[in-house]
């Protein structure tokens, strides 16, 4: 898709679905099993050639960093190495995805900037080589290279990619100013010990039926130990939001967005109509976004 002569991509965000965090590694990581799904909540990321060597950023987000740091820079200064290219690229990027939510949206605008810079500079890569540099700027960004329903293992760099199944489940997001990151969220978290760590079969299971109750059960995520008790305000809205909805409210990867199975259309009023929540939407600049699984 092209806008104002720019190639233009959405750069959609994902959710967790399914996180475990069974064991510590020898070399200081974390060894996860996650199962990531990607949404229809999307950044969009634009570009144009330079005439310059130059790649560079414009973005109106304040909280984004544009320094040499930036993931869409970084990608598109590495594809432009590894291949030989010439030339600068302008990226133009506008942000949906909220920062610190943990949905993704860095790792998703960086696999966006190497499909551009892959068109732009005509190095024809396959997904596979997309993903293998993907996969050295960070270790969930491959999967957004391919997108759709993955299977996460190691540090998150090993992806089995699954068939999604042809049910698209409203969700409902719960999005805030709060930041939370990765280190903050593994910081103190109790592992499961062996032999007693969860797994995402059920997980799996609800989704190739197509059975929202099911997923919503099933759902899990062992940052939710760490992420509540390091946000008092996230703690107060995730009880408040179960207690007017009547639904089970789940944290979104390591971040601090929010997420429940569901039309936002449904619980809405009921949210609306709740003093504590008011007060919580003012002081946090709560969000409430319908979305759904992303489709192609």
């Not at 109106?60 to 690229?89: F, M, Q, Y």
Request: net charge neutral; charged share 25%; aromatic share 6%.
């Amino acid at each position: 898709m092209k806008a104002d002569g720019m190639a233009v991509v959405e750069s959609r965000a994902k959710l967790n679905l399914f996180l475990e965090v069974p064991r510590k590694r020898g070399d200081g990581y974390h060894d996860v099993e996650t199962l990531m799904r990607e949404i229809g909540l999307a950044d969009r990321l634009a570009c144009r050639p330079r005439d310059d060597d130059a790649i560079t950023l414009e973005t109106s987000h304040p909280g984004l960093a544009r320094d040499a740091d930036n993931t869409v820079l970084r990608a598109a200064r590495l594809l432009r190495d590894e291949c030989g290219a010439r030339g600068g690229l302008h990226f133009r990027l506008k942000k949906t995805i909220p920062l610190g939510g943990g949905l993704g949206g860095g790792s998703s605008n960086g696999a966006a900037a190497l499909r551009l810079a892959d068109q732009a500079f005509g190095t024809g890569l396959s997904d596979s080589d997309l993903a293998s540099l993907a996969a050295r700027l960070g270790s969930d960004m491959p999967f957004f290279v391919r997108g759709g329903l993955a299977l996460a293992e190691g540090r998150g760099e090993r992806l089995t990619a699954l068939d999604p199944p042809p049910a698209s489940f409203p969700l409902t997001l719960f999005l805030s100013a709060i930041h939370s990151d990765t280190a903050r969220a593994y910081a103190g978290l109790r592992l499961p010990g062996p032999g007693n760590a969860r797994t995402h079969r059920e997980c799996l299971e609800a989704l190739g039926a197509g059975d929202m109750a099911a997923l919503d059960q099933a759902a899990f995520n062992r940052f939710e130990e760490t992420v509540f008790p390091a946000f008092p305000e996230l703690d107060r809205l995730r009880d408040a939001l179960e207690a007017v909805t009547g639904r089970r409210i789940h944290l979104a990867g390591s971040g601090a967005a929010l997420w429940s199975v569901g039309r936002a259309d449904a619980v809405r009023p009921a949210i609306d109509a709740n003093p504590a929540l008011q007060s919580l939407r003012k002081s946090i600049g709560l969000r409430v976004v319908e979305t759904c699984f992303a489709v192609g």
